[in-house]
C-alpha cells in the first residue's frame, strides 16, 4: 500500500474516530496557537500548509491568516477539508490534491509562510531537500518556513512496542521519526537562515491516537502534565514532536 491510499482509507474509515475527539482537538488547538506564535503569521500574510490532511489545523488558523492554500496528497482528505472549510463559512481556505512530496508545488502563487504540519516524515531524506527547496522558491523574502514532526529521540518511542498493533494501524508505509539536527541542516542545505528547532508535544499527540476514548474532563489535567514536561530542559529533547522554524532571506 502506498502512501495516498494509506490516507485516503484512513480519511475514509479512521479518522473521524480519532480526530474528532477531545483528545485530538487538544492537540490540534496548541499547534495552531504554536504556530501563530512561533511564525506571528496574522491577516496581512498569506500561508502554503503542505500535507494539510483534512484542513483541522487550518481552519484553526482561518480566523487569524489572511489567506490558506492548502495541499495534500489524498483526494478523500482534499474533499473533507473542503466540505468542513465551507460548512463553517470560511472564505479564506482553499484546497488542492498535490504530490508535495515530488516537490510540485508552483504554481499557487508567492507566499509569505509555508507550514509543514506532521508532513515531513512521510518523506525521504531526498523528498525532504526537495519540499523544503521548492518551499523556499515559493516564499516572499523574509518569509518563515515552519514544520512539526515526530522526534528520532522521543521518550515515548521506548514503549512503542507494548502498543505495536496499534502503533502499526496508525502509521503509513514511509513514515518514520526525524532527527532535529538532520532537519536543520537539511534546511539550511535548501537556502533557510538560522533554522531552530523547538519542542512542541511531550505525549499528547501520540496518546490521541492510543487512546482516543481518554475522557474530556481529563484532557486538560494531560495537557498541563504534557505542557511542564516540555519546559524541562534535560527532558525537552526526548520530547515526542519537534517543530523547526526558518526564514528565507
Same mark, same amino acid.
Given at each position: 500500500?502506498?502512501?495516498?491510499?494509506?490516507?485516503?482509507?484512513?480519511?475514509?474509515?479512521?479518522?473521524?474516530?480519532?480526530?474528532?475527539?477531545?483528545?485530538?482537538?487538544?492537540?490540534?488547538?496548541?499547534?495552531?496557537?504554536?504556530?501563530?506564535?512561533?511564525?506571528?503569521?496574522?491577516?496581512?500574510?498569506?500561508?502554503?500548509?503542505?500535507?494539510?490532511?483534512?484542513?483541522?489545523?487550518?481552519?484553526?488558523?482561518?480566523?487569524?491568516?489572511?489567506?490558506?492554500?492548502?495541499?495534500?496528497?489524498?483526494?478523500?482528505?482534499?474533499?473533507?477539508?473542503?466540505?468542513?472549510?465551507?460548512?463553517?463559512?470560511?472564505?479564506?481556505?482553499?484546497? *488542492?490534491?498535490? !504530490?508535495?512530496?515530488? =516537490?510540485?508545488?508552483?504554481?499557487?502563487?508567492?507566499? &509569505?509562510?509555508? #507550514? @509543514?504540519? +506532521?508532513?515531513?516524515?512521510?518523506?525521504?531524506?531526498?523528498?525532504?531537500?526537495?519540499?523544503?527547496?521548492?518551499?523556499?522558491?515559493?516564499?516572499?523574502?523574509?518569509?518563515?518556513?515552519?514544520?512539526?514532526?515526530?522526534?528520532?529521540?522521543?521518550?515515548?518511542?521506548?514503549?512503542?512496542?507494548?502498543?505495536? *498493533?496499534?502503533? !502499526?494501524?496508525?502509521? =503509513?508505509?514511509?513514515?518514520?521519526?526525524?532527527?532535529? &539536527?538532520?532537519? #536543520? @541542516?537539511? +534546511?539550511?542545505?535548501?537556502?533557510?537562515?538560522?533554522?531552530?528547532?523547538?519542542?512542541?508535544?511531550?505525549?499528547?499527540?501520540?496518546?490521541?491516537?492510543?487512546?482516543?476514548?481518554?475522557?474530556?474532563?481529563?484532557?486538560?489535567?494531560?495537557?498541563?502534565?504534557?505542557?511542564?514536561?516540555?519546559?524541562?530542559?534535560?527532558?525537552?529533547?526526548?520530547?515526542? =514532536?519537534?517543530?523547526?522554524?526558518?526564514?528565507?532571506?
Amino acid at each position: 500500500m502506498n502512501e495516498r491510499d494509506y490516507h485516503d482509507r484512513h480519511y475514509e474509515a479512521e479518522a473521524a474516530a480519532v480526530q474528532g475527539t477531545a483528545l485530538f482537538e487538544r492537540v490540534h488547538d496548541r499547534a495552531a496557537r504554536q504556530f501563530l506564535r512561533s511564525t506571528r503569521t496574522g491577516r496581512e500574510h498569506r500561508m502554503l500548509s503542505l500535507g494539510c490532511g483534512d484542513g483541522s489545523i487550518e481552519r484553526r488558523l482561518a480566523p487569524h491568516v489572511g489567506e490558506i492554500v492548502g495541499l495534500d496528497i489524498s483526494p478523500v482528505a482534499i474533499d473533507q477539508a473542503r466540505t468542513r472549510s465551507e460548512a463553517a463559512g470560511l472564505r479564506n481556505l482553499s484546497f *488542492a490534491v498535490s !504530490d508535495a512530496g515530488s =516537490s510540485r508545488i508552483d504554481g499557487f502563487g508567492r507566499f &509569505d509562510v509555508v #507550514a @509543514a504540519f +506532521a508532513f515531513l516524515h512521510h518523506l525521504s531524506d531526498a523528498q525532504i531537500s526537495g519540499a523544503l527547496i521548492a518551499a523556499r522558491q515559493a516564499l516572499r523574502a523574509g518569509g518563515a518556513f515552519y514544520s512539526t514532526d515526530p522526534n528520532r529521540r522521543r521518550l515515548v518511542g521506548h514503549f512503542a512496542g507494548c502498543v505495536r *498493533a496499534t502503533y !502499526d494501524r496508525y502509521h =503509513s508505509p514511509d513514515e518514520r521519526e526525524l532527527d532535529p &539536527d538532520l532537519l #536543520a @541542516a537539511l +534546511a539550511g542545505q535548501a537556502g533557510f537562515t538560522r533554522p531552530v528547532i523547538g519542542y512542541v508535544d511531550y505525549f499528547l499527540g501520540p496518546l490521541a491516537w492510543l487512546a482516543p476514548a481518554t475522557p474530556r474532563w481529563l484532557v486538560p489535567a494531560l495537557g498541563a502534565l504534557d505542557g511542564l514536561a516540555l519546559k524541562v530542559p534535560l527532558m525537552r529533547c526526548y520530547a515526542s =514532536s519537534f517543530s523547526l522554524l526558518a526564514r528565507a532571506y
